[in-house]
């Protein structure tokens, strides 16, 4: 199950990071990387396309920031490849076509924020303005200030004006919003909202989960290094959860329960019987006609439940 | 090469030059110190003052160049290393700026340890002498600056400081710098013939005893300029390292 929703406005954005068109943003094909005996990314594969907004989901260690540091080229892959808009990550940066916010600071305390915006520009051949991109990430005023002297949130903000300057079709970013507090949050998304109309592509990488639901087309999720699911909020949270059916049904017999077409489980309490399906539908209509199950109900569990019982417990 | 990222390079060493001022203070007092106990005397036709007075400020540009290159071992740390390879900058661009700042930090501890030697221990040479002996010493700055490179990629952010500190002392002895060249045990000489700093300094100084730059010391300085360069290089073609 692959959803690769492209937005009706997709497109690039003007100048010379146009990537040519019916080539994906992103293509992962098999990657590997390991850590001595850690394996940090297990056979990723992964293909993303231009005007796509995707949430690299997953806790801590599920191998979100290897795969970003493998996707921009600042560490090899054991096995497979990267390719970005058909070419290797190192032409894509050299062309400007790409814009990142790492996790690490990233930014030197003794230039201002002005100085680094200017520096950062005069490595592109078309940067976007310094003014505009400063406007756009709130951080207009901050311009003579040096960056050693700015909050936690406010180098954030430089970080993600870094990102945006080589005007770049693709961005990426690895946990945005770690450490800012939820109304920084908000204008975080709100101005990554307006970037992202204008069709760039935006993978990010987060273990929000509510973020992930309110701001990607595509949630990704990550689980030691592989893809455990991949599709929009609904589809993840059906592949993860299916669904759950609760019925009173009086002398059940558990065995014939689990044995019904889509059952993942089965609880029984006195006569109140509980199924977790990944297919509810196929198992519904089987517990209907098959047996005297009433007052049926069917609920969906939300992304949170999805997202722990995908990614707790052990490696399968 | 990035015109922007030199002048921000400088700018930024202009905001730090607190460090410059360490880097210049420490071979002025050495030599106001070693030059009002030694400086009446000769050595093989030349004044020891003006002996002391080129090694000092061979000392001083080295310590510029090699602290200058140990700071990147701190911009590493803070990830800007990272983020630079997120643009087009190429590594060697970016290795060629921070050799360039070192030789421009390199030139004022040369000039000031001159100016302290003519005003203060009453060097006189000829001007043509002044000229040769600053120009070997700055020329001669490079291989440090490129060792600077090398320790600024190895070096932790918190080892760099002690790292460059046992360096300087290793150069100032095999440089000539507490022992002259000539009067060292036969052993330390041979351990320092191995070193760039002897070779500089042995280059440097030559003019004072109007005797030719030895041709050794091209090769030892070109040599060890290359070998630490290439280093450097690879390491920042592999540094992927999240700090």
Redesign the interface.
Known sequence: MTATPTRPDAGAPAGLAAPPAGVPAIQLAGLTKRYGAVTAVDGLSLTIAPGEVVALLGPNGAGK?TTI?MI?????PDVGTVAIYGRPPQDA????A???M??????????TVG?TL???A???TRPRPVRQVMERAGIADLARKRVGSLSGGQQQRVRFA?ALV?DPSLIILDEPTTGLDAQARRAFWASMREETARGRTVLFATHYLDEADAYADRIVLLRSGRVVADGSAAQVKAVASGRTIRATLPGADAAALAALPGVDSVDIHGDTIVLTCRDSDAALRKLLAGTAARDIEVTAQNLEDAFLALTVGETP | M?I??LR?EI??MY??RRSLIFSMLMPVILLLLFGRLYGTETLGGAAVSAYLMVSMGLFGSMSAAIGYGGTIAV?RG???N??L?????TPRAYGLTKVIVSLLLALPPLLVTYVVGALALGVRIPALTWLAVGLISWVGALPFAALGLVVGYLAKPDSVQPITGLLFMLLAAFGGIWVPAEAMPDLMRRVAEWTPAYWVGQAARSPLFHAPIPMTAVWAVLAWTLVFGVIALRRFQSD?A??
């Open positions: 920031s540091d921009l080229g600042l560490s090899r940066i050299r062309n400007g790409v814009g990142a790492l996790q690490s600071n990233g930014l030197l305390p003794d230039l100085e200017a520096l950062m005069s490595f592109y870094v080589a | 990035s922007t990222y921000t700018l930024r905001r730090n911009e803070a990830g800007w990272r983020q390879r997120l643009t087009p900058l992927t999240r700090a």
